[in-house]
């Protein structure tokens, strides 16, 4: 069964970088690209990029570009999501999710913390 | 960024039927999903495609699409049917985006 397990909770200072990561199992890895999707307290989801496990390629939404990247490791089919210059506002659950046309797996969710 | 949008809440009796909308410029030319999210729980697909249903959704799920709008179909709303739900769609250029979110209560 498809399967996107992601990364432990973070508590990370404002200005630090942190780094999520995604473990995808239970089908071909480099055949679905992956989203990465904010989810702030109380908020809605917010898209945050994508990225092709077959060649790396990569798209961001506009509001990230420069603050994220996206990367993998076909060796052990884990995707990255690193996230840097962390304010407040970037506390949120994050989540890896698998593009099917829609989205159709979602990972469980990591939650970053970001506080002095 | 493309603008998907949905109303803030909807209320419904158990036994009723729900409809959640969603609308955006590019729906008559691509499809729409639906997600329910949980309090505290990742997302779930509970519609692709703009009308088909994943295996192990109830059938009182349904979706449609006309025009501008996807409507959610919930039928016969249950009480465990409480939960935050969600469109997806991209506009036409493949730029996905999320709808602002419904939150569906039963009572």
């Known amino acids: 069964q498809v399967q996107l397990v992601q990364s432990g909770a973070e508590v990370k200072k404002p200005g630090a970088s942190v780094k999520v990561s995604c473990k995808a199992s239970?089908?071909?890895?480099?055949?679905?690209?992956i989203h990465w999707v904010r989810q702030a307290p109380g908020q809605g989801l917010e898209w945050m990029g994508i990225?092709?496990?077959?060649?790396?390629?990569?798209s961001y939404a506009q509001k990230f570009q420069g603050r994220v990247t996206m990367t993998r490791d076909t060796s052990t089919t884990t995707l990255y999501m690193q996230l840097s210059s962390l304010r407040s506002e970037d506390t949120a659950v994050f989540y890896c999710?698998?593009?099917?046309?829609?989205?159709?797996?979602w990972g469980q969710g990591t939650l970053v913390t970001v506080s002095s | 960024s493309y603008e998907l949008t949905q109303p803030p809440s909807v209320s419904v009796s158990p036994g009723h039927t729900a409809r959640i909308t969603c609308s955006g410029d590019a729906l008559p030319k691509k499809y729409a999903y639906w997600y329910q999210q949980k309090s505290g729980q990742a997302p779930v697909l509970v519609i692709y495609e703009d009308s088909k249903r994943p295996s192990g959704i109830p059938e009182r799920f349904s979706g449609s699409s006309s025009g501008t709008m996807a409507t959610l179909t919930i039928s016969g709303a249950q009480v465990e049917d409480e939960a935050d739900y969600y469109c997806?769609?991209?506009?036409?250029?493949?730029?996905?985006?999320f709808g602002g979110g419904t939150k569906l209560t039963v009572l």
């Open positions: 997806y769609s991209t506009d036409s250029s493949g730029y996905p985006s």
């Open positions: 990225i092709n496990p077959s060649g790396g390629s990569t």
């Open positions: 239970g089908y071909t890895f480099t055949n679905y690209y």
């Open positions: 999710a698998r593009d099917n046309g829609g989205v159709d797996y």
